[in-house]
Structure formats: structure tokens, C-alpha cells
């Protein structure tokens, strides 16, 4: 099917145009669906061809590469122009904005499984660790989020007194601190341990409690709440 050079040389019920139209969304592959959204191929190659080399470009991992190409890496695969590439770039932003809108709907900063699912798709695709700093007032709401570090999350980088003049100005009552692990494994290194002890007993002696340290991975997170360690 992949070999014809335009969408009109295939079949019309295998064309994903059509097959959407009659069976759904769902009964479309994700090659098939980023060639929906793409509209158009380029010179020799139809949509679908190009949106497999999009999706398995130089042994990329499917549909997941969407969420790690910039702009510019993506300008670099032949068909790929900026508009396709801002394209491509708006569909994988859409869809973090639409997970992490399902997972707010539930959202409950007492609950480390429910941070997790809404911060998930903001943190597990990126290539650096990243620290955000979430605060909260007396009724666990949250009052204010802001990014502490980029780059790696190390005790002796990141110190307690940056994280609580933040906490400070708000106002906060209690925080919970939040990084990602790009390798997608959220066991604590021994660094994540010793920070998270400091920021404890940092927020002791100022009134402001560290409800939970929250590790994500791919698709997996680790709290050190759940697991006894505060």
C-alpha cells in the first residue's frame, strides 16, 4: 500500500481518509493517523510513506519519537519542511495537554499516584532531569508551581533555601517536590535521598511541611511518601 506515490493510486477503503470516515478513528494504524494529519506528502512519497519515515526514522521507536523531535530535528528527515515540522510539533503538545487534562480531573496533591498520572506526560519525555516545585496551602490545594532545576538533580546543586523563598512568597503551608528520570527507571539514586532529607528538615524548622518527593519514569514513578522514606 505504501509504494504507491500519491493517496489516489490506493484502493479507496484502504486510503485513511476514507477508512476513518466509515470505521472510526480507532481502526486507523498510527502511520495511518499521522498521515490524516499531515494531509499531504512530498515528491514521490504520499502521506502514509512519509509518515512511517516520520514514525521509524533510523530505528526510531514509533509513535513515541513524535514526543522527541524538536522542530529542527524534525526539518532534518527529507520531506520534512517547517510547516510539517510545526505540524508535527503542535500534535505532540496536543496530546500532552489532553492527557495531563484527563489526569487533572482527578488530581489530588495527597495522593502520589494522582500527581504522578498529571504531571506524567510533562516530565517522561524529556531529556534532562527536571525539578519542579509544587505549594500548597492548608487545604492541600495548589497555590503555585514553579521549575527549580534543569540539568542534574544534585544536593549540592539544588539547596533548600531556593525552594522554600519560593514557598515563602506564596505563602505555602506544605510542598511536594517533583523530578523525572530520563533513563524511565524512578528508583532514588542516593543524591535524590540526600535532597530529599535536607529539604525535610529544612521545612521543619521554618513550618513548612514536604508532603511527598515524587520520581517519574516512563510510564512509572516512584513516591517517597508510599514508600516510607518520609
Known amino acids: 500500500m505504501n509504494q504507491a506515490n500519491t493517496i489516489r493510486e490506493i484502493p479507496e477503503m484502504e486510503r485513511p481518509y476514507e477508512k476513518c470516515e466509515q470505521r472510526g478513528a480507532g481502526s486507523l494504524s498510527d502511520v495511518e493517523l499521522l498521515a490524516v494529519l499531515l494531509r499531504t506528502g512530498t515528491r514521490g512519497e504520499n502521506a502514509l510513506t512519509l509518515a512511517q519515515k516520520i514514525l521509524y526514522h533510523t530505528g526510531e521507536p514509533g509513535i513515541l519519537s513524535i514526543h522527541q523531535f524538536s522542530i529542527e530535528r524534525l526539518k532534518q528527515i527529507k520531506g520534512i519542511g517547517k510547516v510539517k515540522a510545526i505540524q508535527i510539533s503542535c500534535i505532540s503538545e496536543l496530546a500532552k495537554r489532553l492527557a495531563k487534562a484527563c489526569a487533572g480531573e482527578t488530581l489530588c496533591f495527597t495522593r502520589p499516584e494522582s500527581i504522578a498520572g498529571y504531571y506524567m506526560e510533562d516530565l517522561r519525555h524529556e531529556k534532562q532531569e527536571q525539578m519542579k516545585l509544587l505549594m ?23 539547596t533548600p533555601r531556593e525552594l522554600f523563598i519560593e514557598a515563602l512568597q506564596k505563602n505555602a503551608v506544605a510542598i511536594v517536590v517533583l523530578h523525572n528520570h530520563p533513563s524511565g527507571d524512578p528508583s532514588p539514586s542516593r543524591e535524590d535521598r540526600l535532597l530529599t532529607q535536607r529539604i525535610r528538615e529544612a521545612g521543619a524548622l521554618i513550618g513548612i511541611d514536604l508532603l511527598d518527593h515524587v520520581i517519574i519514569g516512563n510510564n512509572c514513578y516512584m513516591s517517597f511518601r508510599e514508600e516510607g522514606i518520609l
Open 136 to 158: 500548597l496551602n492548608s487545604k492541600s490545594k495548589l497555590i503555585g508551581e514553579t521549575d527549580i532545576s534543569k540539568g542534574t538533580v544534585n544536593a549540592s546543586l539544588i
